[in-house]
């Protein structure tokens, strides 16, 4: 599979009202729930499948980035119970990796890489990063979760508090970034 091209930008204002007035955007949290929960599944094609929609319809789009990337780390405290080590999250690589293996082609290390990359250990040359980082974070939350239309419904209100403290800095970093492209 190839690197999709998810830009920073945000899509056009008053897109998606989000559905339960908590500041989130519905396509994005939708798009997120179905991939994850067919990644838990196992099932690949399932998995990538509304990514890959959700690319065609909202290019500019890095909604489900930016929850991707909150909720692998609200899940990583969640199961460790404190902030992780480089150590912890290689031993989570490790120990999710059959499951991850049935998603993504490649080793243990795209795994290990986005967890690091997550929690600003990766160095450098191996931070997972664009379209890769959406796939394989889709594919590792859907395996760390145990339950994930329960655990996603759980964990949204800490998504959105997040999300409406920091969307300002994110959104003027892809509006920075848009001015540039």
Request: proline share 5%; charged share 30%.
């Amino acid at each position: 599979m190839g690197p999709m091209k998810w830009q920073a930008s945000r899509s056009p204002e008053g897109r998606d009202a989000p559905a339960l007035g908590d500041g989130l955007d519905e396509s994005a949290w939708k798009v997120l729930c179905e991939s994850t929960q067919a990644a838990h599944r196992g099932d690949a094609r399932a998995h990538v499948a509304p990514l890959l929609r959700y690319e065609q319809e909202t290019p500019d789009d890095t909604g489900v980035g930016f929850y991707l990337w909150y909720l692998l780390r609200y899940r990583v405290l969640q199961i460790l119970g404190r902030r992780p080590s480089r150590e912890d999250l290689q031993m989570l690589a490790e120990r999710f990796y059959p499951q991850f293996s049935a998603l993504i082609r490649g080793n243990q290390r795209q795994l290990e890489d986005t967890l690091l990359t997550v929690f600003a250990f990766a160095d450098d040359d191996r931070k997972v990063s664009g379209g890769n980082a959406i796939v394989i974070g889709s594919a590792a939350l859907g395996v760390l979760l145990d339950d994930p239309k329960s655990r996603l419904t759980e964990m949204r209100p800490h998504l959105a508090e997040w999300w409406q403290r920091n969307k300002a800095e994110f959104e003027g970093a892809q509006r920075s970034w848009q001015q540039r492209k």
